[in-house]
């Protein structure tokens, strides 16, 4: 069962591992759009504390982040980071802060 949905999205997170799978309706109605195109997958973690020891952690490896504190994403405000796998999938770990109306910062 989805935990949000709305006219043009749905987001289902697991408890164990703690894992979100987030799907966009595509423009024409048709299809989903998938990672590659909008979509990802997350980690949440229970704390903007926890996001930034991953985020320091990860960036001591050399993996590219960009990090992002109290935006809109997702019809939730977050603090998180997001990287890129090795096949291209965005990927993000991130704190939620409270429910927003808005399905990212700029809309």
Known sequence: MPSKVKRNYAKFELEEPAMVLSFLQSQTGKNVEWAT???HFGI???????????????????IPLLR????????????????NDPDG??????????????LEKND
């Open 37 to 39: 195109s909008g979509s």
């Open 44 to 62: 949440r973690v229970p704390t903007s504390k926890e996001v930034d020891e991953r985020f320091i952690d990860l960036r001591a490896s050399g």
């Open 68 to 83: 992002e504190r109290y935006v809109a994403c997702c019809y939730a405000l977050q603090d998180k980071f997001w990287a």
């Open 89 to 102: 999938i965005r990927w993000e770990v991130y704190a939620f802060l409270e429910d927003s109306d808005h």
